[in-house]
């Protein structure tokens, strides 16, 4: 027969595997250092658990005192983990999870078995799903730009062919590794091609839109968030790998530029065609749904998911063009959209009791700078250096006006929730 102490103790290391289960899904899933330290903190509370806890963009430490003992002997976890990947999907699921668990409705044993449960490899139709997805995406951005059918038509097919590279990344870690810089370099011989023998195109646009995904604008974003919040190793860890990416696919661009100089192609640049608003609608539309499948969303969260993409780019509008707060760039636009993205995501996280990371990422994604970032590398790596330093500027200030509206939006209306 067990004895109170001993019951006490399987109970206690009970509930920290969970919690630390529970902190490692939410890493995987892509929640930021601040958010995932306050949800995992407030759970641990909630158990009656005493727990630090530490995370940083590759790995977490988890530190639980024991209760008859004290934290110098209680159990400490160090978890290494690689940069998590957003999915909403599993996201809302380990949030729901979690809730069940704190209300009773499952038993610790029973929440820490449907956690592992969300490990399920994806199936093939999510695979390709993924590299249309990637397609579709680059076709909505180069329409949002408002260049010609051509660009568009363009973008969508080097797109495809760089999400079949992702897919086919993610078994093979080589591959991986160089998948920016290899992405860049077919981007761009593909739309250099197109521009010397078929079709007139507006180069950079092409190139940026066939790479959108792969830009590390949300990365950014999260870094110069968790450093307002001081999390400074995170946000400087998170901050340098951002970097790093926007320098393999700048390498790759102008590793491709040097080719086609060597090959004698002269790209032929397009005299722009703005599309129709009907048109251009429609790109938001198909873009949309794009980021809904890239962010991993479960099927019954499209419709809001859509929406929080739509949400977020008319703000953009309205704070730019009809209030006036754009003047020479976005960065009012960008403010006044982030503030009211924060606070609707909060607001569906009180009334709802789910995530508002549902509506805040993907109502920030047509916000983020990454492509600015990869163009100021581009113009350094050209040897325009002031052009690439002017180019940099309006990725600071873009970046710090996202964020200030994100952070003002949580102070008009302040979220129970940390997810």
């Given at each position: ?21 529970l902190?490692?899904r ?6 930021s250092?601040?958010?995932?330290e ?31 003992r ?27 999870i ?20 969300l ?26 730009l ?23 990344g ?13 992405a ?28 959108i ?35 393999k ?17 002269v ?19 198909v ?25 977020g ?35 569906y ?44 500027f ?25 997810l």
């Open positions: 027969m067990n004895t109170p102490v001993l019951n006490s103790q399987a109970a206690y290391e009970a509930q920290a595997a969970f919690v630390a289960e902190a490692t939410l890493h995987v899933y892509g929640t250092a601040q958010r995932l306050g949800a995992v903190e407030a759970v641990a509370h909630r158990l009656g658990l005493d727990c630090e806890v530490f995370s940083n963009p590759t790995g977490i430490i988890l530190s639980f005192a024991d209760p008859v004290g934290q110098q002997n209680g159990i400490t976890r160090v978890i290494r983990l690689a940069p998590g990947d957003q999915n909403l999907g599993r996201l809302a699921a380990t949030d729901a979690a809730e069940d668990v704190l209300a009773g409705k499952l038993d610790l044993e029973s929440g820490f078995a449907a956690l592992r449960a490990d399920r490899p994806p199936h093939r139709r999510a695979d390709v799903l993924t590299a249309l997805s990637f397609g579709l995406s680059a076709a909505a951005v180069a329409g949002l408002s260049t010609g059918w051509a660009d568009v038509i363009t973008s969508a097919a080097i797109g495809t062919l760089i999400g079949v590279l992702y897919v086919l993610a078994g093979r870690p080589r591959l991986a590794e160089g998948l920016e810089a290899i860049a370099l077919i981007a761009t011989l593909l739309a250099a091609a197109v521009a010397t023998f078929i079709e007139p195109l507006s180069l950079k646009t092409v190139i940026v839109a066939s790479l995904v792969l830009m590390p604008g949300l990365m950014l974003t999260n870094a110069v968030s968790e450093l307002s919040s001081q999390q400074l190793v995170s946000g400087t860890a998170r901050f340098a790998g951002a970097l790093m990416i926007l320098m696919l700048t390498f790759g661009t102008v590793a491709a530029m040097q080719v086609v100089r060597l090959l004698g192609w790209p032929q640049e397009a005299v722009p065609h703005p599309l129709t608003w009907q048109a251009e609608g429609a790109a938001l539309l873009g949309a749904y794009a980021f809904a499948v890239l962010f991993r969303a479960s099927s019954r969260d499209y419709p809001l998911v859509m929406a929080s993409v739509v949400l780019y008319a703000l953009t509008r309205l704070g730019g063009e009809v209030l006036g707060l754009a003047s020479d760039n976005f960065a009012g636009g960008a403010f006044f959209a982030g503030m009211g993205v924060a606070v609707v995501s909060n607001a996280g009180r009334w709802f009791n789910r995530p508002g990371a549902l509506i805040r990422v993907p109502g920030i994604i047509l916000l983020v700078p990454g492509s600015v970032g990869f163009r100021s590398l581009n113009f350094v790596m050209e040897r325009d250096v002031f052009l690439g330093l002017d180019t940099a309006a990725l600071l200030s873009a970046l710090i006006a996202l964020v200030a509206g994100l952070l003002f939006g949580n102070l008009i209306l302040p979220s129970r929730r940390n």
